[in-house]
C-alpha cells in the first residue's frame, strides 16, 4: 500500500479526538501515520492524546487557533511535503468505521481521476440517519446542497455518489493534486467555513472528480444546535459564503447570483430584526461589507459581538400551555431539536400525536417567510425556530417580499462592481 497521511484537527475537544483516534487505530488498513493538529486548546487535549498514545500519534501544536482551515493546512503542509501518496482529513469528533480509510483508497487507487473522496457520514446520535454524502454548489441559488442530509439509510442510495465538494469531516485527497495543480492545500484565508467548499472547487476546476463512497462509513457529532456565545458564525459563514460566488460564479451568471447573494444576506438580516437579534445582525452587516472590500483571514475583535440570538418569544408562548403535537414535514433532525427544546422550556409538556387535543401544533417547514398560507390553529416554525405566532409577526411576513426587492434593488449596483474588481484581481494574480 502507498502511505497514508492522516491530519485530525482538533480545538477543545479532548474526549471526543480520543475516540476518533482510538477508531483509526482499530482499522483494518494501517499503512498510516496519524498527525493530531491541535489549535490552542485549553482543556488538556494534547497532554491525554500524548497519555494514551505515546509516539504513535505526532502532535503538531499551533500557538494560536488558526480555525478550521489553518488547523488542517498545519498538517497538511507536513504531510505534502514527508511525501505521502494520500492525505486524510478528520474532524475531532468523528468516530470511522474499520473498512473506512481502506475503502477510500482502494477507490482511489483503482480511479486515478478521482482526486477527493469523502466518507458517507451518519449522524452520531442518530446512525440510522445520514448526515451527508457530499454537497452539490448551487451557483443558480447562490447555495450549497448537502447530498441526502437527515435521510434513513434504506440501502437504496448509490454506492458512489459524484458530488463537487466534500466537508473535511472525513475526506481522502490525492497527494499529486496539493502538489501539481493549483488546488493546493485548503484555502487559508477563509480561516473557517467555506473553506473546504473552495479547495472542493478548486480540485473540480483542475479537472478531477470528487465522490462519496457508502462503503466508508462515519459518524459524526450532530452539532449543538445551543446558542454559540460570540456571532463568531454568523460573521464567518456570510463573509466566506458571499465571497465563494463573488469569484467563482461563471460570468454569464454573475447579475443573477447577485441577486440570490444579496437576497440571502437580506434574510439573514430580516431574520435577525424579526427576532430581535440586534448583535447577530451587526456582525452580518460587517461580513457583507468585508466581503464586498475583500477582507480575507481572521476577524477584526469588534466584528465578533456578544451573542443576543434569543427565543424570548417562542419561550413565553410554550410556558403557557400543556399539550403540543409537531408535523415534521420530513424534517426528522429538526423535530428532535425541537422536541427537546420545548421541554427544556415546559418540562411539564406531553406530546400528542391527535392533532385536534394539543395545545399548540408545529408544523414544520423550510423556511419560514416562504410561507404563502398558515393553516389556522397550527404555528409555523423552521429550523431556526423563527414561527408566526402574533398579529406584528404575520405583518413581518406580509412586508417580508417588497422589502427583499428593495434591499436587492438598492445594492445591486455597488455588489457587481465589487465582484468585478475581486475577480479582475485576481486574473492579474494568476
Given amino acids: 500500500m502507498k502511505p497514508i497521511g492522516i491530519v485530525i484537527c482538533n480545538y477543545n475537544k479532548r474526549d471526543f479526538v480520543l475516540d476518533c483516534i482510538r477508531s483509526v487505530k482499530e482499522s483494518r488498513v494501517q499503512n498510516f501515520d496519524i498527525y493530531m493538529v491541535d489549535n490552542a486548546s485549553t482543556d488538556g487535549s494534547v497532554e491525554a492524546v500524548r497519555q494514551e498514545f505515546g509516539d504513535a500519534v505526532t502532535i503538531l501544536q499551533n500557538d494560536e487557533n488558526l480555525g478550521g482551515s489553518g488547523g488542517f493546512n498545519t498538517g497538511l503542509r507536513v504531510v505534502r511535503d514527508k511525501g505521502y501518496e494520500y492525505f486524510v482529513c478528520l474532524d475531532d469528533d468523528v468516530q470511522v468505521d474499520e473498512n473506512a480509510i481502506q475503502a477510500l483508497y482502494e477507490y482511489m487507487e483503482a480511479n486515478p481521476e478521482v482526486g477527493m473522496a469523502g466518507s458517507r457520514v451518519y449522524h452520531m446520535q442518530m446512525p440510522d440517519y445520514i448526515q451527508q454524502c457530499g454537497l452539490l454548489i448551487d451557483f443558480e441559488h447562490c447555495s450549497a446542497k448537502t447530498l441526502y442530509a437527515d435521510q434513513l439509510e434504506d440501502g437504496t442510495l448509490p454506492e458512489v455518489i459524484e458530488c463537487d465538494t466534500v466537508a473535511t469531516c472525513s475526506v481522502m485527497i490525492r497527494g499529486s493534486v496539493v502538489r501539481e495543480t493549483d488546488a493546493g492545500i485548503m484555502p487559508e484565508d477563509n480561516f473557517i467555513y467555506w473553506d473546504d467548499m473552495e479547495w472542493g472547487h478548486r480540485i473540480r476546476m ?225
Avoid at 229 to 252: A, H, I, S, V
Avoid at 357 to 368: E, K, N
Wanted: proline share 2%; net charge negative; hydrophobic share 40%.
Fill in 206 to 430: 483542475a479537472g478531477y472528480r470528487i465522490v462519496t463512497l457508502a462503503a466508508s462509513k462515519v459518524l459524526h457529532q450532530m452539532g449543538a444546535n445551543v446558542k454559540k456565545p460570540n456571532t463568531f458564525l454568523d460573521y464567518y459563514m456570510w463573509r466566506n459564503r458571499t465571497n465563494f460566488f463573488m469569484r467563482y460564479t461563471p460570468e454569464e451568471m454573475l447579475e443573477e447570483m447577485s441577486v440570490q447573494a444579496l437576497g440571502s444576506i437580506f434574510d439573514a438580516m430580516y431574520e435577525s430584526m424579526f427576532r430581535e437579534e440586534h448583535n447577530v445582525m451587526q456582525s452580518i452587516s460587517y461580513a457583507y461589507h468585508d466581503a464586498l472590500a475583500g477582507v480575507r483571514g481572521k476577524a477584526a475583535d469588534y466584528k465578533i459581538l456578544k451573542n443576543d440570538a434569543n427565543d424570548d418569544k417562542l419561550t413565553a408562548y410554550v410556558k403557557q400551555k400543556k399539550t403540543y403535537a409537531i408535523l415534521s414535514g420530513g424534517q426528522e433532525e429538526d423535530v428532535m431539536y425541537l422536541r427537546n427544546f420545548l421541554h427544556s422550556v415546559n418540562p411539564e409538556l406531553t406530546e400528542t400525536e391527535q392533532r385536534e387535543q394539543a395545545d399548540m401544533v408545529f408544523h414544520l417547514c423550510p423556511y419560514i417567510f416562504q410561507v404563502k398560507e398558515i393553516p389556522e390553529n397550527e404555528i409555523m416554525i423552521d429550523s431556526d425556530r423563527n414561527c408566526i405566532i402574533t398579529e406584528d409577526d404575520v405583518v413581518a411576513l406580509q412586508n417580508y417580499e417588497y422589502s427583499k426587492l428593495l434591499f436587492i434593488y438598492m445594492n445591486q449596483g455597488a455588489f457587481l462592481a465589487a465582484a468585478r474588481r475581486m475577480r479582475q484581481k485576481g486574473e492579474k494574480n494568476e
